[in-house]
């Protein structure tokens, strides 16, 4: 993999990001290279995993990408942020803007990943930012059982819990917690974050197949990272169960990248990009840790780790006025010419992609 090229690959798509940005702070979801009509709903995590991304970018790019992000955080507490009535301040994200449907409805996940993006803002926190983020905490704590399990969806007002389940929430609520707990030295949300981890670790144990959950292969590595530094107290065996359910997850991707366009780095069937980076950035996040216990499928898993983020980096456009974003499909897959919505840009694929060739990026020094 050529540096120069990873570097350039995610400057162009935090630019992507910035440039889509509206005045209050609100980002472009959907965008096309023609003139045909994109469906303007929003999604509140895509706004919040977007900051992540350019959370992560900041080192390669200007002074701007702080007001962008400042700016998106801005809008995401003013307009989604509600406070708790209870005997300790609390916060939920409203899936939706107040007067709209659904703005009753906290979702954990997006919890999670509040916690995720405010932890990685690498500045200071203002009064407010602190505030904020202690309050989701404690309403996310107050959301899981002491079993690992939690509630995905709360309506926050009726108390009334719904029995939707997302895939990717434990996980990322996970790496919320363990950010968030390492930053603020708070030990009852990391313990918590293990908790979650060593329930998804134990129902996936004997199973045959496991989802492709790459957010719990984040988490995962962030608590070998906390426990190397010392921040964080955890068996040998707990971590070897964490490791055996990160496997099984990197082994999925595996077998699905086992396609007939893997030749042209499509490590899934469709070729829908978002699917390909959100498998790039569990590898990426696993790799340190199989090159560090010398796993067989190590060299497997750089492979696809470089035919991945090429086939991200050729469907990028290069020009015109979504320069930058990544197309939902890319160019030089047979679907793209199939499927409707393959040039559509929207905003999570970029996220994803850029995340995605960060974490490449961050591999060069062991490669």
């Not at 009509?37 to 200007?62: A, E, P, W």
């Not at 505030?131 to 107050?142: E, F």
């Amino acid at each position: 993999m050529n540096p120069k090229d990873q570097r350039d690959f995610v400057r162009s798509g935090a630019r992507y990001l910035m440039d889509h940005q509206k005045p209050n702070g609100k980002f472009i979801y959907r965008a096309r290279p023609d003139s045909k009509v994109v469906k303007t709903d929003y999604n509140v995590l895509r706004h919040i995993g977007s900051l992540y991304s350019l959370s992560q970018s900041r080192s390669l790019l200007d002074a701007k990408i702080t007001h962008t992000i400042d700016r998106g955080i801005e809008y995401l507490w003013r307009w989604y942020l509600v406070p708790i009535p209870g005997p300790q301040m609390q916060y939920a994200i409203a899936s939706a803007r107040p007067g709209k449907r659904n703005d009753d409805i906290a979702k954990i996940g997006a919890m999670g990943l509040a916690l995720i993006t405010i932890s990685s803002l690498g500045r200071s926190w203002s009064k407010f930012d602190a505030d904020a983020a202690t309050g989701i905490a404690r309403y996310v704590l107050s959301l899981v059982r002491s079993n690992g399990t939690m509630t995905f969806k709360h309506n926050y007002r009726t108390g009334q819990v719904s029995d939707f389940i997302s895939l990717y929430y434990p996980g990322e609520v996970a790496l919320g917690l363990l950010l968030y707990g390492a930053r603020q030295s708070d030990q009852e949300a990391m313990s918590v974050a293990l908790k979650i981890l060593t329930k998804l670790a134990k129902d996936r144990r004997y199973k045959k197949e496991v989802p492709v959950d790459h957010w719990a292969l984040l988490a995962t590595a962030e608590v070998f990272r906390l426990a190397n530094a010392g921040k964080i107290e955890i068996s040998e065996e707990t971590l070897d169960a964490f490791y055996f359910h990160g496997i099984q997850v990197v082994n999925e991707i595996i077998k699905g990248s086992e396609n007939p366009y893997m030749e042209i780095g499509s490590l899934v069937g469709n070729g829908q990009c978002c699917s390909i980076a959100t498998r790039l950035e569990g590898l990426t996040a696993m790799f340190p840790l199989m090159k560090e216990r010398t796993d067989v499928a190590q060299q497997n898993v750089a492979d696809l780790i470089e035919i991945g983020i090429s086939h991200l980096i050729e469907a990028q456009f290069r020009e015109g006025k979504l320069k930058g974003g990544v197309p939902w499909i890319s160019q030089h897959h047979p679907n793209f010419v199939k499927v409707g919505q393959a040039p559509e840009v929207r905003i999570d694929t970029v996220q994803h992609s850029v995340s995605a060739v960060l974490g490449g990026l961050a591999l060069r020094q062991i490669w």
